[in-house]
């Protein structure tokens, strides 16, 4: 991992006494990509104005490449080696030409050299065939264009990216999401990306961070975090629906034996007897079938019987949600609820493998 080009040394913003921002400590190594992910009001802006030094915190410290960012005062270099894109792409009404040039004519850049960054932002943001347009003319997807690529063309350290993707609809969003990903994978600045969105985290993110109450409750690659929360809270964010309370029994060569509401489940999880866990399962990781006379072959260990409450469309699929003393949440392809003949009201078994749930012991 490289040396970090920014750190939060016991950071905290106060506002009227109210603590809206608390991060002990946080490293962002040069050339990451870190998502930001958490609920409205979780402290996601704030953390980008403190990591942008567009606001002094109340306590703590940022360090920016190397150096103690005190006092407050003097920091437009420092500010100059940063580029921000906010959620409104904030266009003046020229041509978008000039709008991507703004920033670097500002800076009183070269005019030769401005012509040729300006041409490589707008090819790189495919927009170069939109360089005599009017910024007023463009749809919402276009204008981010612009920003970014207004953004991009001041060659910063630090590229800090505020929700720019949330007013935009969906295909707009996921082409322009691909592109970007694809010029940060090329090259490497280091960048924040705020969101609310999981999916546009784990397409863009090196790592991510789960924000909520002003704190980063989690943070590391993505796959960890999506699959193995540290608590509940973060389990419900990143799309965990099945969080079961048991009470470990006993635990064999690995295998635990966990009650769970009048079940007993057996799960492959580093856990005590007498230990109170939560069991974690993400829909896609439970299999349904119909309760039959005979038992459907399967090789999960765990089969519980249950009642299918409702089924809601999920894409090409069905999220479907099934009363077994527990609530249980599946997500079953729509061939597979028409193969198995599944409807609301039908009895079903939901089953799930020893190694499928992630553990989290209660504190």
């Not at 920003?147 to 993707?165: G, H, I, N, T």
Request: aromatic share 4%.
């Amino acid at each position: 991992m490289n040396d970090p080009i920014l750190r939060l040394d016991t950071i905290k913003v106060t506002y009227d006494g109210r603590v809206v921002l608390d991060v002990p400590s946080l490293d962002i190594p040069e050339g990451e990509t870190l998502a930001v992910i958490g609920p409205n009001g979780a402290g996601k802006s704030t953390l980008l104005r403190i990591l942008g030094l567009l606001e002094q915190p109340t306590e703590g410290c940022v360090v920016f490449a190397g150096r103690s960012i005190r006092p407050y005062h003097n920091l437009l270099s420092d500010r100059r080696r940063m580029a921000s894109v906010f959620q409104e792409p904030l266009l003046t009404d020229g041509t978008v030409e000039a709008n991507v040039a703004l920033g670097l004519r500002l800076r009183r850049v070269d005019a030769a050299e401005v012509n040729r960054r300006v041409a490589d932002g707008m090819a790189t943001f495919n927009i170069g065939h939109l360089a005599r347009r009017r910024t007023r003319t463009l749809s919402g997807g276009e204008a981010q264009r612009v920003s970014l690529a207004r953004a991009m063309v001041l060659d910063p350290e630090v590229f800090l990216l505020d929700e720019p993707f949330a007013a935009l609809d969906a295909p707009t969003r996921e082409a322009l999401l691909l592109d970007l990903k694809t010029i940060l994978d090329k090259r490497r600045i280091t960048t924040i990306f705020v969101t609310h969105d999981r999916n546009e985290a784990l397409v863009l993110g090196d790592r991510v961070g789960v924000m909520m109450g002003g704190q980063v409750l989690q943070i590391g690659a993505p796959e960890r975090v999506f699959t193995e929360p540290v608590n509940e809270q973060v389990a419900r964010f990143v799309g965990i629906e099945t969080i079961l309370r048991g009470h470990v029994q006993r635990v064999t060569l690995g295998l635990a034996t966990i009650q769970v509401s009048g079940w007993t489940l057996e799960v492959a999880a580093p856990v005590m007897p007498g230990e109170r866990v939560l069991i974690c399962l993400r829909p896609e990781e439970i299999t349904l079938s119909p309760r039959t006379a005979i038992a459907p072959a399967s090789s999960a260990r765990n089969q519980l019987h249950g009642t299918v409450v409702r089924h809601l469309p999920a894409g090409p699929a069905y999220r479907v949600t099934i009363d077994c003393g527990v609530p249980i949440v599946a997500m079953v392809t729509r061939q597979s609820w028409e193969q198995l003949d599944l409807e609301d009201g039908a009895e079903v078994i939901a089953a799930f493998k020893a190694t499928a749930p992630h553990v989290i012991q209660c504190v």
